[in-house]
């Protein structure tokens, strides 16, 4: 696995992980939700939600860095198959998240765009760059 799909695969699970907590621990926070482009009319509804997408955000990182350590302290195909697996895990659910704004599930419509790129471009790059 050449050095631009790991560097790709380790900065996309440091995001993923920085970033559980907020949606884990701290979306009651207004500065949060507008961190996330999200606009919630009843917190109860979906803290559940929340707390759910943050800890499978967290899992997705950690495997990513998982594969890396693998990958440089272990076996290298295991460690590649574990990354590549993390970062199509991450690239789906991206993507899943701007399929959900499309069918009009995202409040604000739209506020999903900033959020599908920036979560989906990096596991995308290691990807790439891992296969070519």
Do not use: K
């Amino acid at each position: 696995m050449n050095g631009i799909a790991q560097v790709a695969a380790l900065i996309s699970g440091i995001v993923y992980i920085a970033v559980s907590p907020l949606e884990m621990f701290f979306y009651d926070r207004p500065i949060v939700r507008r961190w996330l482009h999200v606009d919630t009319t009843n917190l109860d509804d979906v803290r559940m939600w929340a707390f759910v997408v943050g800890f499978r955000n967290l899992l997705g990182g950690v495997a990513a860095i998982v594969g890396l350590l693998i990958l440089h302290n272990g076996d290298e195909a295991v460690g590649r198959a574990v990354v590549l697996t993390a970062c199509g895990y991450m690239l789906l659910a991206s993507l899943a998240m701007g399929i959900a704004d499309l069918l009009g599930y995202w409040r604000p419509r739209g506020g999903s765009v900033l959020g599908t790129v920036g979560s989906s471009a990096l596991p995308l790059i290691a990807i790439v760059a891992a296969v070519v």
